[in-house]
C-alpha cells in the first residue's frame, strides 16, 4: 500500500511543480504547446513502443481489446448527446475531455507492481482498443464536430487517423505483435530512454496548464463531465466483474481502467484545436485526484482479499 500511495504522491507533486513553475515564471503560457507537443508526438510515442516489448497478444483476449474501444466510443457519444443544446465547440470539447482512459502513465505502474503479469497482459489489450480512442479518435471527431462545414464522415477519419502518431505507432506495434517480430535492441533501447520521461513529462504539462476561472459556469462544466465519466466507469467495472468469464486478474485489471483518469493526452489535443487547454487541464487534473482515491481504495480492498466489487467466483 505505501507503494501506491508514493506513487498516486508522485503524480501529484509532480502536477504541482508544473503549476509552480508557471506561476513564478518559468513557463509561460505558449510554453504549454511546446510541452504537447512533445508528449503526444515523442515520449508518448516511445512508450507506447516500449509498452509491447516482449509481449505477445492473445486472440482469446481480444474482447478486452474490444471493451476499451467501445467505451471510448461511449463516452464520445455521451459527452456529445449531452451537449446538444450547446455550440459545436463546446460538443467538441466534451468528446475529447471525457473520453480515453490514462493506462500507460497511470494504470499500468500500478498494475505491474499488484497484478503480475497476466494483470499486465490484460491491461496492454485494453489499451490497444482505448488507444484508437485517446491517440487520434477522440480528437478526429473533435475536430470535424467543431468544423461542421463537411460532416463527419469515414474518409476524413482515416485521414485524421493518419495524422496521429501515437496512434500509428499503436496500429504498427500491433502488427508487430501479432507477426511476433521483434525491434532490434537498439531501437528497443533508444525508445526505453524516452519513454522513462513520457510519464513526468505528462503530469509536467498538465500542470503547466492547468487553469480555473471560478466561474460558476465553468465548473458547472467540470461536474458534469467528471460524473459522467465516473458513472460509465463504474457502470462499465459492475458488468466486466460479474458478467465476463475470464480469471480473476483480468477482472480486476479491468477494474483498474475503467476507473482511470481522463487521457493524459487530452489537453494536449484541447491546445490544438485552440480549445480551453486550462479547463481541460484542470478536469484531467480532478481525473487524477479521484482515480487515485478509487484505485487506491480498490488494491487496498484486494490485498485484504475483499475487493471492491465481490463475486462468488472469487
Request: hydrophobic share 55%.
Amino acid at each position: 500500500m505505501a507503494d501506491i500511495l508514493t506513487r498516486a504522491g508522485c503524480f501529484i507533486a509532480i502536477i504541482l511543480l508544473g503549476m509552480v513553475l508557471r506561476r513564478v515564471g518559468f513557463f509561460k503560457q505558449e510554453d504549454f504547446y511546446v510541452l504537447s507537443k512533445i508528449v503526444v508526438k515523442i515520449t508518448l510515442t516511445a512508450a507506447i513502443v516500449k509498452s509491447f516489448v516482449g509481449r505477445e497478444l492473445e486472440p482469446s483476449m481480444i474482447i478486452l481489446t474490444l471493451i476499451g474501444f467501445g467505451f471510448g466510443v461511449l463516452l464520445i457519444v455521451l459527452g456529445v448527446v449531452m451537449n446538444l443544446h450547446k455550440a459545436p465547440s463546446d460538443q467538441a470539447f466534451a468528446a475529447l475531455n471525457q473520453s480515453g482512459c490514462n493506462i500507460s502513465n497511470f494504470v499500468l505502474p500500478f498494475t505491474q507492481s499488484f497484478l503480475g503479469p497476466v494483470g499486465v497482459m490484460a491491461v496492454a489489450l485494453f489499451d490497444v482498443g482505448n488507444a484508437f480512442i485517446c491517440l487520434g479518435g477522440s480528437y478526429s471527431i473533435a475536430a470535424m464536430i467543431q468544423d461542421r462545414s463537411g460532416g463527419i464522415s469515414p474518409k476524413k477519419l482515416f485521414v485524421s487517423f493518419g495524422k496521429s502518431v501515437p496512434l500509428m505507432t499503436y496500429i504498427i506495434m500491433t502488427v508487430l505483435s501479432a507477426l511476433k517480430i521483434q525491434l532490434p535492441n537498439p531501437v528497443v533501447e533508444f525508445t526505453g530512454i524516452i519513454a522513462n520521461a513520457n510519464a513526468f513529462m505528462a503530469m509536467l504539462m498538465i500542470g503547466v496548464g492547468f487553469r480555473l476561472s471560478g466561474s460558476r459556469e465553468q465548473l458547472g462544466d467540470i461536474v458534469r463531465i467528471i460524473g459522467v465519466r465516473y458513472a460509465a466507469g463504474f457502470a462499465l467495472a459492475l458488468l466486466g466483474w460479474y458478467l465476463l468469464p475470464f480469471p480473476l486478474e483480468y477482472r480486476q485489471a479491468l477494474v483498474m481502467c475503467t476507473l482511470a483518469p481522463i487521457a493524459s493526452t487530452a489537453p494536449a489535443f484541447t491546445a490544438e484545436l485552440k480549445g480551453d487547454f486550462g479547463l481541460s487541464s484542470a478536469v484531467n487534473s480532478i481525473s487524477i485526484l479521484i482515480s487515485i482515491v478509487l484505485i487506491t481504495e480498490n488494491l487496498k480492498y484486494q490485498s485484504l482479499s475483499t475487493p471492491l466489487f465481490r463475486s462468488k467466483r472469487l
